[in-house]
């Protein structure tokens, strides 16, 4: 090889691996092509091309056979892979290709491993084939190939049915792949499983059937459930996404003003500093914001991280923002929060009238973010529920403007009947003294039954309420709650799905009220 690229003019090299006696097929073939595309890279190379012929053909289609290979596998070597690989030979007997090379004259080098039966794929070329070959005749090889030219056609055939599944929402990048886990909770297990297998192949992600399994379970579960996958990729559940990504964010390094003005950068962003004269008010939605002096640093988050919302009021937990943010937990450690400062602007309640003898203080979750996460709520419910009858049930009053905001973003067959309790009265502090006023008309034995509130204070009242549901024998018994604020010592029962953790204040508007005011308005504010 060496001459005949110096013949040409070409560079030539030649790598060692040094794998060891006990190195196996598997490892011995990830590192050829680790070694050899670190050279493709290295010289800029549009094209990575392989010696792969008919005969290994034959042998990798028999060899997933042997192991167990879901029909898209036995599709065997493609003609083209990732990053320019091509394997022009495949179409060529070995008997042909080393005529052809007898015919030049050239050296040849036969490796001892092709002929060790240790190997499993020498003793399939040395021992299995030649018997096959006796009892059945040179046609062996070809019905072979004919199978796994079917397979190909067939894992062709279902990366097209990708195309044409718009709820799917499919989305491939280099190393990353997701899907909207709604439009998943759609199809069967079986189905779901293949349609994962066909879409994780277009990012170059080879998922056996047992894992494809265990990704449609996934899918299932809470936003931030992850699964380690092979070959360094990881999946997780991102709110209404299931997605899996090959390596993460490039390492984010704290960064500290180094002079009046300047740039850093962190992680996959770049951060840049200069003297300017602050507006008015900061922009809520912006990844600009202004800071006095040049005592700040920018890093990773750290657990436990509390910051203050622009407007707001108190701290609020980092990983509670990002969540709101939609920040998938896997991008969070490189994401760059400017530690006790940088949050967003909520905003003024000035100009409001007082009601009822009481007046606003602030405005807490202004219409467009309660908006926003209603929506992500109802995907995550319908990603939650793939079967069975699901039975929505409203608690009376505080959550019926929530209640029909949310049946209208959950996607899937749903009943709605609703429960009356009463325990605040004309206080601003829930009693604990539960008084039970409506009952639901609807059998809620055997069903999936949702429970819809506006917000947990004290727990006393959900409590009560998850024992009752309990002695009716639903399937299923969970919380959804709009607001939560983590005062009760004791839940029978946490909330499922929580659209926000509130502040230690009362709260109206959205459902909310205050002796029976406030319930009208579009946002949730805290009372003076």
Known sequence: MGELAERYELPFEVGELSLGPD?????ARRARYAWLG???????????????????????????????????????????????????????????????????????HEDPANHDPRHLRSWVRTALLPLVAERLGARAGTDVLRAGRAAARERRAWDGVLDHLPDLGLRVEPNHIEVARGGLARYDDGLSAVLLRAAARRAGLVLGVRRARQLVELARRPSGRRLSLADGW????????????????????????????????????????????????????????????????????????????????????????????????????????????????????????????????????????????????????TAAYADGELLVLGLLKGSFIFLSDLVRRIERPLQVDFLAAASYGADTISSGNVRLLYDPETELRGKHILLVEDIVDTGKTLNRLVALLRERGPRSLEICALLHKHLAEHLELE??????????????????????????????????
């Open 23 to 27: 190195a196996t097929e598997t490892i």
């Open 38 to 108: 670190e050279l493709q890279r290295r010289h800029g190379a549009r094209y990575l091309v392989t010696a792969h012929h008919r005969d290994d053909q034959v042998e990798t289609i028999l060899l997933r056979l042997l192991k167990g290979s879901a029909p898209a596998g036995l599709a065997g070597i493609p003609a083209r892979g990732r990053a320019g690989l091509v394997r022009p030979l495949l179409r060529f007997a070995k008997a042909r290709l080393v005529a052809h090379v007898a015919e030049l004259g050239l050296a040849v």
């Open 234 to 381: 990881m999946a997780e559940v991102a709110f209404d996404r299931l997605r899996a990504t090959r390596g993460g964010r490039d390492a984010a390094v704290e960064v500290v003003p180094t002079g009046e003005r300047g740039s850093a950068v962190f992680g996959e962003f770049r951060v840049a500093w200069t003297p300017d004269p602050a507006p008015a008010r900061l922009p809520r939605a912006d990844w600009t914001t202004w800071i006095a002096g040049a005592n700040w640093e920018v890093r990773p988050p750290r657990p436990g991280d509390r910051l203050v919302p622009l407007g707001g009021i108190g701290r609020r937990p980092l990983r509670r923002m990002l969540m709101e943010a939609r920040v998938p937990r896997g991008d969070r450690p490189g994401y760059p929060p400017e530690p006790g400062r940088y949050g967003w602007m909520l905003p003024s309640t000035a100009g409001l009238k007082q009601t009822g003898g009481r007046e606003l203080k602030r405005i807490v979750f202004d219409e467009e973010t309660i908006a926003r996460r209603v929506r992500e709520l109802g995907q995550e419910i």
């Open 495 to 528: 909330p499922a799905f929580v659209g926000f953790d509130a502040p230690r204040v009362f709260l109206v508007g959205y459902g909310l009220d205050h002796a029976e005011n406030f319930r009208h308005l579009p946002y949730v504010a805290s009372l003076t």
